[in-house]
């Protein structure tokens, strides 16, 4: 995609340590936040007390998001328009190292159900809330796996001239 | 295929750099001749980046030399050391 230097934003001249951090963060604060909710739910302790931590996970996930998608900026789309040669090998690679995140996503939830029942002859219950909470994790964060694997795999942006 | 951003090697060497600064070029302008972000310039400037085929003699034409004086696989020598060290008579060399 062709931008000036000029029209850069703070957030596109993000080191890649920094877009690497929240990358990380966008994707892990969806699943933490029900992680952290399924642990809390449930025991004596007042809401009150845990409940802030669900709207700080959250807003870790929206947050990220945001600084995701305009640090990609439509880069991570599959559409080729206003892609150079090397914006295209990224976009690839970013969408490989997406499937494969997901791939080792969907084996180790997998592995987290039979295992249990063929190993130990453990009956799994999956449940309302959990469903719930798994295809809303999937929703929100598959699209945003390439945008966070473009951030994770480009390079620290060029300086100035 | 070009080699995708991030990755270290093959390293092919390249003095984009040196032609950009002769001509008085910005990688922004530079990356409008060729029609790329200014970005991948600075990533084949870098080493970061290995170009196509395509673009590596877009490059050369641009500058309106061979390709094999603007890329190789092996590290360029300072062109000071290639036109001093050849036996050139430069004026103000002293020979």
Known sequence: ?161 | MARAPGRVDPILYNRLAVLRAERGLTRQDLADALGVNYQTIGYLERGEYNPSLDLALRAAEFFGLPVEAVFSRRPFAPMSSQLYGSGVDWPGSGS
Not at chain 1, 110 to 136: E, K, M, N, Q, Y
Request: hydrophobic residues 55%.
């Open chain 1, 1 to 161: 995609m062709t931008t000036s230097i000029a029209s850069r934003s703070r957030v596109e001249r993000l080191s890649r340590r920094s877009r690497r951090i929240v990358a990380v963060a966008t994707v892990l604060g969806l699943p933490s936040m029900y992680a952290w909710s399924a642990f809390w739910t449930g025991t004596s302790v007042p809401a009150i007390a845990w409940g802030w931590a669900v709207f700080a996970l959250m807003g870790v996930t929206l947050a990220g998001a945001v600084v995701l998608y305009r640090y990609v900026r439509g880069r991570a789309d599959l559409a080729d328009a206003g892609l150079d040669e090397r914006e295209r090998a990224l976009r690839d690679r970013a969408w490989i190292l997406s499937y494969q995140v997901l791939a080792t996503v969907v084996v180790l939830l997998g592995a987290a159900v039979v295992v249990p029942v063929l190993a130990f002859g453990h009956s799994v219950t999956v449940d309302a809330p959990l469903a719930t909470a798994v295809a809303i994790c999937l929703g929100v964060l598959l699209p945003l796996l390439p945008a966070a694997a473009l951030a994770w795999l480009e390079p620290d942006p060029v300086g100035e001239d």
